[in-house]
């Protein structure tokens, strides 16, 4: 079993449509959770973090942790073309080192 | 503020042949990490600098893997001899200090392709 599982999609949406893409994991010791925002054939880039269990909110993007379920949620409102990306979740324990999941690739269409 | 640099962007080999990316770091940036990212998984990591000392390198197949960070800035990392199974993107992120939660900074990565 993996550490992170998060399902690789594709995610095909409309503009404009409200998007949850999903991990969870089987560490808990993990503590730190991180969602990052891949373009093609670029690096990941940090969109959110958080560290505790509940949500966490940066204009169109709510990051939410559930601590007890092991489960992890990164929401998109308001969805655009230009957040067609590939969307990492991460997470680490008391270290710095960075579990990902395989990465969810999201399409929003014009 | 300059991101991280890599070098080359991209590169096509024979099986059995060796290969060296390198990477630069953001400036004053003490911690280097080298990951590995296959096609449809997330990355990997290979190995933690802290400085020009390895902190982590519990995943590199240290076989035919090599890395190394002189004087603590630039870094570069070596496959001798390559295999199928190394094609995927490396990517070099480094991060202010190696604490809990410091931020980690990704470059665009090498595209590597063994044939």
């Known amino acids: 079993q993996k550490e992170v599982e998060q399902d690789p999609g594709p995610l095909s949406v409309p503009e404009g449509a409200i998007v949850s893409l999903n991990c969870t994991y089987s560490?808990?010791?993990?503590?730190?959770f991180m969602w990052y925002r891949q373009y093609s054939r670029k690096g990941p880039e940090l969109l959110m973090y958080t560290y505790s269990s509940g949500n966490k909110e940066d204009g169109r993007f709510t990051a939410q942790v559930d601590k007890s379920s092991k489960y992890i949620s990164l929401f998109i409102r308001d969805s655009q073309p230009s957040d067609s990306a590939t969307y990492l979740c991460?997470?680490?324990?008391?270290?710095?080192?960075?579990?990902f999941g395989a990465g969810t690739i999201l399409r929003v269409k014009s | 503020e300059a991101g991280v640099a890599q070098s080359p962007r991209y590169k096509i080999i024979e099986k059995r042949q060796s290969v060296a990316f390198w990477c630069n770091p953001i400036s004053g940036h003490a911690t280097l990490y080298w990951y590995q990212q296959i096609l449809g998984q997330g990355p990997k990591l290979l190995i933690q600098f802290q400085n020009n000392g390895v902190v982590d390198d519990s995943q590199l197949p240290k076989d035919r893997f090599s890395a190394e960070r002189l004087k603590g800035v630039d870094s570069t990392l070596k496959i001798q001899p390559a295999k199928l199974e190394d094609s995927a993107v490396y990517l070099c992120?480094?991060?202010?200090?190696?604490?809990?939660?410091?931020?980690?900074?990704f470059g665009p990565g090498t595209r590597l392709l063994v044939l």
């Open positions: 992120a480094s991060s202010l200090e190696s604490g809990w939660a410091e931020t980690q900074y």
């Open positions: 991460a997470m680490s324990g008391w270290g710095n080192k960075l579990v």
């Open positions: 560490n808990s010791a993990f503590q730190y």
